[in-house]
């Protein structure tokens, strides 16, 4: 009878099922003079390989709308799996994979982990058990500390980003999907679909951040955002919040900007984005979008009003930088004051006096032409018996006020004239008449927001000035 010719075994990483079945049989057999065996079969077993396709057939009784989701749990594990651990793991992956033995397999991992707590894969292994089973938040229950602890572990992230899908939690699914979506087209395809709800999500939470005041978490999703949905508008829209809840204006300043261009006929955008130039940025680029916004609403009052407050700003940064420091200051002086009247009141620069009154103390001033010229205008005054007008003293609201409605009188016109009527015939008009005539001209708001004697700030000068000015055209 002839002989039968002997079968070779199938090299490592041949068909399938003859490796399947060598794994088991090598897992069921004495382990100590087979270990050796099962390490050669899984010889291309290693820590970053790509998961193998999965075959029609596989995973007997579960939808084929999840199998995708159930890769080898070695696939994308960063650290070092022992020779013998890869061939329990891979024997009992293979069990399930084939024959869904939910008990068993689910029995294998436990004893993995009993031997070593540590080993990532079993503890992906048990929770692909239970995904097969429906428990979807016990899923995403075991796995968020390994996804947390290794980041960009492809079996562990592709499974967490379905069981939260399915568990109702789109943000924790488009984060895990994010992680894996580099080597997983399964991933990639549920990003595109869970974009637009994880997104809308995070950009909720962040503006009820902001709203609590907690900038810290607000600042967490802003990051999440600039990460999933770079340059697009809820991003932009909520990089705005966050930067004007910081106080930060140029940050405010480039978002807006931004969304403003994706968004050509929003005139709040417009508007928002010409202030934050005029703020923080390029007061001339502030001005033409004003100039721009102008012209498309003829006669708008309120844009032509902030048209004329761009004109003022274009015109403070051409001035030295000398003055334009003075601005800044958070308490400036009496001297400080003139400075700054005199360079931005064409009228002050170009005004004759009508008398010459001599402050000796401001004879060795560097500042002597402008301090002078606004005294001699009658503008501010001097103390009479001693000639002196005090330049390094702190500038008041009362200082400010009373030299603006001066010169609104001294301008041509009624405007002027009879907003601040009273004013100029009077050399130290009362508190009272001083706030009632500012508030008339609109210098503030009401009489009860004069505080004469409080000290002015550069930027506070800066504003009632411009207020001032528009009285004198």
């Not at 070779?8 to 060598?22: D, E, F």
């Not at 200051?329 to 010459?356: H, N, S, T």
Request: proline share 8%; charged share 25%; aromatic share 6%.
């Amino acid at each position: 009878m002839p002989s039968r010719p002997l079968r070779r075994p199938p090299a490592p990483g041949g068909n399938p099922a003859h490796r399947a079945t060598a794994l088991r049989l090598a897992a069921a057999a004495s382990p100590a003079p087979l270990l050796a065996i099962v390490a050669g079969l899984l010889a291309c077993t290693s820590a970053g390989r790509t998961p193998a396709p999965v075959e029609r057939g596989e995973f007997p009784g579960l939808a084929a709308s999840e199998r995708p989701f159930l890769v080898d749990p070695l696939s994308g594990y960063p650290l070092v799996a022992g020779g013998e651990q890869q061939g329990r793991l891979t024997a009992a992956f293979v069990d399930f994979r084939q024959h869904l033995d939910l008990a068993g397999v689910r029995a294998a991992a436990a004893e993995m982990l009993a031997v070593d707590p540590g080993f990532h894969p079993a503890a992906v292994l048990a929770a692909q058990t239970d995904f097969a089973a429906g428990a979807y938040p016990r899923v995403v229950d075991a796995l968020t500390p390994v996804a947390a602890e290794l980041p960009g572990y492809t079996a562990a992230e592709l499974l967490l980003g379905r069981a939260a899908e399915l568990a109702g939690a789109p943000v924790v699914a488009f984060a895990a999907y994010w992680q894996a979506s580099e080597t997983s087209p399964a991933a990639r395809e549920r990003l595109a679909a869970l974009k637009p709800r994880a997104v809308e999500i995070v950009a909720n939470r962040v503006r009820d951040a902001l709203a609590r005041g907690h900038l810290d978490e607000a600042d967490e999703g802003l990051v999440r955002l600039r990460t999933w949905a770079p340059g697009e508008m809820t991003t932009l829209e909520v990089a705005g919040d966050v930067a004007r809840a910081h106080g930060d204006r140029t940050a405010e300043l480039k978002a807006i900007s931004r969304l403003a261009v994706l968004r050509p006929e929003d005139r709040r955008l417009a508007e928002r984005w010409g202030e934050l130039e005029l703020e923080a940025g390029d007061p001339g680029a502030g001005l033409a979008l004003f100039e721009r916004l102008a012209a498309r609403y003829p006669g708008d009052r309120e844009i032509a009003g902030k048209l004329d407050y761009a004109k003022f700003r274009w015109r403070f940064e051409l001035l030295p930088a000398r003055v334009k420091d003075l601005a800044a200051g958070a308490e400036i002086r009496r001297g400080d004051f003139a400075v700054l009247l005199y360079w931005l009141a064409p009228a002050v620069r170009y005004g004759r006096p009508a008398a010459a009154r001599i402050a000796t103390d401001v004879l060795d001033d560097p500042r002597r032409e402008e301090i002078v010229r606004v005294i001699n205008l009658g503008l501010m005054d001097i103390d009479a018996d001693l000639h002196r007008f005090a330049p390094a003293a702190a500038a008041s609201r009362a200082d400010a006020l009373l030299a603006l409605l001066r010169l609104a009188a001294a301008a041509t016109g009624e405007r002027g004239a009879a907003c601040a009527e009273g004013i100029a015939a009077t050399a130290r008009p009362s508190a009272d008449l001083l706030c009632a005539a500012a508030a008339r001209c609109r210098l503030i708001p009401s009489p009860a927001d004069c505080l004469p004697r409080a000290p002015l700030s550069g930027g506070e000068a800066l504003e009632l000035i411009r207020r001032g000015l528009d009285l004198t055209r």
